[in-house]
């Protein structure tokens, strides 16, 4: 990638990052929470959506989509690669809140993969990942378990910790665990919210 485009897409980042609404949302009235996931084999990315009643992790529907990779890898910029396969694999369902494999606002300019599929799809989203990147900002997020939580859009990182902890299972959030071994090959989930996998 050439200077002038990177420098391009950190400025459409950053702009991108001002639209992100940060408010509290009401735990209590959540009735479904989906997650997402995308692993990648050659130049095939294969994107794992799961629906999840909530607070009890009822799993209620999943779906597994291939599609090709349309962007490459560049690090920081991973909402350009992973958003078309999460999008398909979303399809029309829209959860009260959808956990996304990727930062929030855990971000060096403070727009990761969740903040994009949050704005995009006008719901509240939560980024979850298992490490972060160097430069983001102390303060915009929470360990909880294994998981880096932080805000996607429309939702703020006190709410975003609750519903991460009520999903917390075994260190990671049960429907995101679930999403993970979809997207990696795996056929189906037969685990309970106690399942080690």
Known sequence: ???GLFKKLEE???KLAERIVER???VS??????AVDVSYRDERA????VLCSFPDC???KQRVVEVDVSFPYIPTFFFLRETRPVLIALGKERPDVLLVEGHGRAHPRGYGLASHIGLVLGIPTIGISK??????PEGSWVKVGKAYVSVGHLIDLPSAVEVVKTLNKNGYPLPLRIADR???GHTSWSGGVNDEH
């Open 46 to 49: 294969r994107a794992a959506f």
């Open 58 to 60: 009822e799993l209620l």
């Open 131 to 136: 490490r972060l990147l160097r430069g983001t």
């Open 12 to 14: 459409v980042q950053r």
């Open 1 to 3: 990638m050439s200077e």
């Open 29 to 34: 009235k959540i009735k479904t929470v989906g």
């Open 182 to 184: 979809l997207s990696r």
């Open 24 to 26: 509290p949302l009401e």
